[in-house]
């Protein structure tokens, strides 16, 4: 069992900054972590992803103003989202997927981003 916790949701204004924080409980065996998002009414989408490896991807929507890193010292993984839109209005989920232990989600964060 692997438990991931999110941290650092909140409101803002169009074009401000936040940082998303999802710690994991868990290091060895990582394949992958990323970050998910779900907007009001659609279905969640892939926002971005890190390997173990440090290669990341992104959606296109995203490219260029969020960045993913991780802090391997701490297991946690950062989404820096700038330049913030209306439309990243959603309710943001940590991913993980473990060697031997399969994929866990976190509990969500909300970012409302006002115009």
């Known amino acids: 069992q692997v438990q991931l916790v999110e941290s650092g949701g909140g409101l803002v204004q169009a074009g401000e900054s936040l940082r998303l924080s999802c710690a994991a409980s868990r290091s060895i065996g990582l394949n992958f972590m990323g970050w998910h998002r779900q907007p009001p009414g659609k279905v969640r989408e892939l926002v971005a992803t890190?390997?173990?490896?440090?290669?990341?991807n992104y959606a296109d929507s995203v490219k260029g103003r969020f960045t993913i890193s991780r802090d391997n010292a701490k297991n946690t993984v950062y989404l820096q989202m700038n330049s913030l839109k209306p439309e990243d209005t959603a309710v943001y989920y940590c991913?993980?997927?473990?060697?031997?232990?399969?994929?866990?989600w976190g509990q969500g964060t909300q970012v409302t981003v006002s115009s």
């Open positions: 991913y993980g997927n473990w060697q031997s232990a399969g994929g866990y």
């Open positions: 890190i390997t173990s490896g440090s290669s990341t």
